[in-house]
C-alpha cells in the first residue's frame, strides 16, 4: 500500500518544479524577444539567473525524492 505522505511530498515537489518552469514562461518573450546585436539588462539577467536557480533546485529536489521513493521500492 502507498504511503499517502509519500504521495503528497511528491505532489508538492512536482508542482514546485512546474511552478518555477511557469515563471520561467513568463520570461520567455523578453528572452527571445532579445536583440542578438545588443545585451540584456543587468535587472533581467538578475532575473534570469533567480529563476534558473529555482528551477534547477526543484528540478532537482523532485529527482532526488524521486530516485528515494524508487531506492525504498527497489527499483534502484
Known amino acids: 500500500m502507498a504511503?499517502?505522505?509519500e504521495i503528497?511530498?511528491?505532489k508538492a515537489s512536482f508542482l514546485?518544479?512546474?511552478d518555477t518552469g511557469?515563471?520561467?514562461e513568463a520570461v520567455k518573450s523578453k528572452i527571445l524577444a532579445l536583440d542578438a546585436d545588443g545585451d540584456i539588462?543587468?535587472?533581467?539577467?538578475?532575473e534570469l539567473g533567480r529563476l534558473t536557480l529555482a528551477h534547477a533546485v526543484s528540478s532537482q529536489s523532485l529527482r532526488g525524492?524521486?530516485?528515494s521513493m524508487r531506492g525504498r521500492?527497489?527499483?534502484g
Open 3 to 5: 504511503d499517502a505522505n
Open 8 to 10: 503528497r511530498a511528491l
Open 16 to 18: 514546485g518544479a512546474l
Open 22 to 24: 511557469a515563471a520561467l
Open 41 to 46: 539588462a543587468a535587472e533581467d539577467l538578475e
Open 65 to 67: 525524492f524521486i530516485e
Open 73 to 75: 521500492r527497489g527499483g
